[in-house]
């Protein structure tokens, strides 16, 4: 597939006023055609770099973000989900529910280390916690979830939690020892104390429905919680919930750039990244609705840049005679006809 860039004239939003802003902003949106085969779940952008990790199913691609340029390949990653970068030891990690292993590999030549059998399965969310100097895993295991983490110089495990709920999905660190973690099944937000290796408390995040992304702001001690059509904020403190954001729906992630103070709420049924600024640690204003395209619902903020990346393929019919699907399942997808790479700047 021919890869090529353009703005889409339709995506220039108009200039907005922020409150406590001293100019309009101006949001901007770059479509690429990246190539390769695979679906997608989630992306990561490595900060300052330019460079983006997309998950591809059976392979992770990294891609120059300014360009939409394939600058590597990381394969052999069966059913993968997602991808954490520890700089401190220079290893990359990615989850792959195929196999249950995490491949660890050097972040510079992307060549890989070893892969890394996680026994309690269902692999899924990741990340890196800067304060701790531990890899996150978030795992859809059964019969309960479980969240696992990893010594990223060494790759062994270091501890593993039960949490309450089958479906955990993001989490974030407030960078002094504790890990939030979303429960999708429970509407619910865990705490995790990781000296302890053990969850503290349990916050119920209604009116959430079906919490997936998150972010941590260190400077005001206030979690994001991406939710489908309404988002959260809550105080780290006492789990209370002091502010609601209404947004698209089908969200599986958040982006958050603690420098500009934005949150991004990307919606994959609706087409569209909500785009908020957090005007005071209570407060917070919608200040842009940025259209995408269908199934486009992860997204990596590179916050030194401050450049938001979405990744997502895109399907044609499925073949003559396909089968309607069953109660539950998914509809059978037909053959990826584009392959959209999108990076959103201002």
Known sequence: MLKHAHVVP????????WPLA??????????????????????????GTGRVFVSRGTHVMVVDGATGKVLGDIPD????HGIALAPKSGHGFI????????????IKTLAVIKKIPIATGGLDGIMYDDFSDRVIL?????????????DPTSGAIVGTVQLEDDGPEGAASNGEGKIFINNEGKNTMQVIDLKSMKAIASWPLAPCDGPTGIAYDRATNRIF??????????????GKIVATIANGDGVDALGWDPVQKL?????????NVTVVHEDSPDKYTVVATVPTMRGAKTIAVDPVTHVAYLFQPEYGPPPAGTPPPQPG????RGPIIGTWFFAISH
């Open 138 to 150: 978030t795992n859809h295991s059964r019969p309960i979830g479980t969240m696992v983490a990893l």
């Open 263 to 271: 949150i991004y709420i990307p919606a994959g049924r609706d087409s």
């Open 225 to 238: 919680a991406g939710c489908g059509k309404t988002s959260v904020v809550v105080d780290a403190t006492s």
């Open 10 to 17: 339709a995506l220039l939003l108009a200039a907005l006023a």
């Open 95 to 106: 989850t792959s529910g195929g196999d249950s292993t995490v491949t660890m590999f050097d």
């Open 77 to 80: 990653t069966p059913r993968n």
């Open 329 to 332: 399942q998914r509809p059978v």
């Open 22 to 47: 001293s100019s309009a902003q101006t949001f901007r949106v770059q479509k690429f055609s990246i190539g390769g085969d695979g679906g997608t779940d989630y992306l990561t952008a490595e900060a």
